[in-house]
């Protein structure tokens, strides 16, 4: 290898170490991508023995971060869900939208879900609240690392030779690819940050207070109860009464015969009531001028029932 600033961290027992925990702190949700630093630990392998033995690290952190997470759904259910879809740039659908994808691939969606960016991370605690028995999700989570860290290792030991090329590259420019990289990752956090800022301000529009909503259901024109969490969750944690459950994708659908100017209440079960807001907003550019989010959404609905 001609990169020297490089070559101490792949020897052999540092480089399972390296693999080992890149691969669990991205499982667990952090911002390391993974995937390069397999590739690149594939083209210094020296041959099938040094390939499973990184296969085997990258597995096994995989499977025991899924584990953490899977658990963690099981026991707390859909809140880990929210907690996790509160990093997320805009989580106005990300708890139904990962449910959604879950339910229709079943088993597979853990098997290929480790392609999918950010999917990797949210699926195991939605495994656990649905129940997913623990010897299907180790299956399934096992063999979707396994295809996914061998794709990467293969890639990367069958072009040793290229990868080389460009790992001396590197190393003779240093310090231009260090602020090449520098200037990168300030506009991905630039982009990311003026994305949130638009999120942020979004949230700001008017909502319905609880207390508010509920003389509205004693009055003599109660709401169109809009309840945006999708079956499974609404069974889990119980129904709204009266509310129409829908998806984002049929708001509009949901409101036949209703007028325009009739009170419309949207709740979902996500952070920053985001999807009743981007629902509300919906509503209103489609003339539901009284169409408003529930401050709290279900949680708050739910904590008004308790004596």
């Given at each position: 290898m001609n990169s020297t600033w490089i070559a101490p961290?792949?020897?052999?027992?540092?480089?399972n170490l390296l693999v080992f925990f890149n691969v669990f702190l991205q499982q667990l949700g952090v911002p390391v991508p993974s995937v390069p630093t397999m590739v690149l630990a594939g083209s210094?392998?020296?041959?099938?023995?040094?390939?499973?033995?990184?296969?085997?690290?990258?597995?096994?952190?995989?499977?025991?971060?899924?584990?953490?997470?899977?658990?963690?759904?099981?026991r707390f259910g859909y809140r880990v869900l929210s907690l996790l879809c509160k990093m997320s740039i805009n989580p106005s659908s990300c708890v139904n939208q990962t449910e959604a994808r879950f339910t229709?691939?079943?088993?597979?969606?853990?098997?290929f879900g480790k392609f999918i960016p950010g999917f990797s991370t949210v699926a195991p605690p939605v495994a656990g609240a649905l129940g997913m028995p623990r010897s299907s999700f180790f299956m399934a989570s096992a063999v979707g690392a396994a295809l996914w860290a061998s794709l990467a290792l293969l890639a990367g030991y069958a072009f040793q030779s290229q990868i080389d090329v460009v790992l001396g590259w590197m190393n003779a420019h240093g310090i231009h690819l260090a602020l090449i990289a520098v200037a990168l990752v300030s506009a991905v956090i630039g982009w990311k940050y003026w994305q949130k800022s638009r999120f942020e301000r979004l949230v700001e529009m008017q909502h319905i207070e609880m207390d508010e909503f509920m003389?509205?259901?004693?009055?003599?024109?109660?709401?169109?109860?809009?309840?945006?969490?999708?079956?499974?969750?609404?069974?889990?944690t119980g129904r709204i009464p009266n509310a129409h459950l829908t998806d984002y994708d049929a708001v509009a659908h949901s409101l036949s015969g209703v007028e325009?100017?009739?009170?419309?209440?949207?709740?979902?079960?996500?952070?920053?009531d985001a999807g009743a807001i981007h629902a509300a907003q919906s509503l209103q550019k489609l003339g539901y001028h009284n169409a408003y989010p529930l401050r709290g959404g279900f949680d708050a609905w739910k904590a008004a029932?308790?004596?």
């Open positions: 961290l792949l020897e052999h027992d540092n480089t210094q392998s020296s041959g099938l023995t040094a390939l499973v033995s990184l296969l085997m690290a990258a597995v096994l952190a995989s499977l025991l971060a899924d584990w953490i997470w899977y658990q963690a759904g099981r229709k691939w079943g088993v597979w969606s853990l098997v003389q509205a259901l004693a009055g003599p024109r109660p709401p169109h109860i809009i309840d945006l969490r999708s079956p499974s969750l609404a069974a889990e325009k100017d009739y009170p419309i209440v949207t709740i979902c079960a996500c952070p920053q029932q308790q004596p």
